[in-house]
């Protein structure tokens, strides 16, 4: 039996990817975005449906995930991919901004697991997978707020695996790395207006240029589909799947080193020195 994934944010990025790759792949998919437009797919396919998903909209996850289900019987995987990213400093953060920012990555995270879970519980199976970031590995500087949004979900999502293992549901963690050619970094830019001021302007900006010259090859849309798919159908107990090779490197630098090495080596890698 063809099985069904249900997507957020597939308009483009990892979730176009992730959402070409399963179709590739001979699966169901429910692409999800917030203003749903089919010319973004390259043809249509009795196994594509394309909703409307708002992930702060409790209403907007209930029709989509209710129209999943209509489409194609049952949802055997859902991927919470939507997420916006930022760049600030803590202090000139508005609350409105953080709370913006936790309300997509964060709540809607915890939204549309809800939503899904009591289908997935009657039909004895399923598999949630939640994209976070490499930032939950090794936090930069200067992403402390959209870090934090991204911690929670992973350690909801690691809780949440247990709770749900009765119930023969997986939840699993796709940790994408560092990729500013994507129109998630891009998106943020607008939001990001302001919140780098005058004096941390030379901290940010010897920041900047660490990150022009990143230790590892950046991550492709391409390795996040990729990891979402093996996510999705590999057997046991795994959680967590780092995806790109400085996801790798800095999950192999936090659970296997010392805190003092990860600390030293995130320091040398990342942090300007203080003047």
Not at 6 to 12: A, E, K, Q, R, V
Not at 13 to 34: C, H, I, S
Not at 86 to 99: H, K, L, N, Y
Request: glycine share 8%; proline share 6%; charged share 20%.
């Amino acid at each position: 039996m063809t099985r069904t994934i249900l997507i957020t944010g597939t308009s483009s990025g990892y979730g176009k990817a992730t959402a070409e790759l399963f179709l590739d792949r001979g699966w169901n998919v429910v692409a999800t975005m917030r203003r749903p437009d089919p010319a973004l797919f390259a043809a249509p396919s009795d196994r594509l449906t394309i909703l409307p998903l708002d992930v702060t909209n409790a209403g907007s996850i209930g029709r989509a995930i209710a129209g999943g289900i209509a489409a194609f019987g049952a949802i055997d995987v859902l991927v919470n991919n939507a997420g916006i990213g930022m760049a600030s400093v803590v202090e000139a953060t508005p609350d409105s901004v953080t709370r913006e920012v936790f309300e997509t990555n964060t709540f809607g995270v915890f939204a549309t697991c809800r939503a899904v879970i009591p289908q997935m519980r009657r039909q004895g199976s399923g598999t949630i997978i939640n994209v976070t970031s490499s930032v939950t590995l090794g936090v930069m500087p200067l992403v402390a707020v959209y870090a934090a949004s991204k911690c929670a979900v992973e350690g909801f999502t690691e809780s949440l695996s247990y709770e749900l293992d009765p119930f023969g549901i997986r939840a699993r963690l796709v940790e994408p790395g560092y990729a500013p050619t994507t129109s998630f970094t891009a998106n943020a830019g607008p939001r990001m207006q302001g919140m780098i001021p005058a004096d941390y302007a030379a901290f940010a900006q010897s920041c900047f240029e660490r990150m022009a010259r990143y230790p590892t090859p950046y991550c492709t849309e391409a390795e996040v589909a990729e990891a979402v798919f093996a996510a999705a159908t590999e057997e046991g107990g795994r959680i967590r799947y780092p995806a790109g090779p400085d996801s790798r490197l800095l999950a192999d630098l936090r659970w296997t080193t010392s805190e003092e090495h990860y600390l030293a080596t995130m320091r040398a890698m990342f942090a300007p020195s203080r003047a």
